[in-house]
């Protein structure tokens, strides 16, 4: 069985940083493109940024590049979000997610993900 679970949430000032990161177990990390997504309340949830297998290609949503990084450590089953300049309106919930192990490449569709992370939520102070 393939468990996600978020950790590194928490409340920050406009400004600051925080990164999270999300440990898989249950199959075999490196076969898999992973992603982050958020949802605020009364929002939908959104794609924020994906990673490949191998780690060498990445995709972003525009509200966040050049301010978060997504990177992914095969030999700890980990892949982290580092979230830089954070501003108000990141404020959300943060989920991990996994694509099944066919798919290598980074994809912004909700419904390219097969198996979600619990959330963590971060909140941004203005």
């Known amino acids: 069985q393939v468990q996600l679970v978020e950790s590194g949430g928490g409340l920050v000032q406009a400004g600051g940083s925080l990164r999270l990161s999300c440990a898989v177990s249950g199959r075999t990390f490196s076969s898999s493109a992973m992603g982050w997504f958020r949802q605020a309340p009364g929002k939908e949830r959104e794609f924020v940024a994906a990673?490949?297998?191998?780690?060498?290609?990445?995709r972003y949503a525009d509200a966040v590049k050049g301010r978060f990084t997504i990177s992914r450590d095969n030999s700890k089953n980990t892949v982290y979000l580092q979230m830089n300049s954070l501003k108000p309106e990141d404020t959300a919930v943060y989920y991990c997610a996994a694509r099944n192990w066919l798919h290598g490449a980074p994809a912004v569709l909700i419904t390219e993900y097969n198996y979600w992370g619990q959330g963590t939520q971060v909140t941004v102070s203005s």
């Open positions: 990673i490949s297998r191998g780690g060498d290609s990445t």
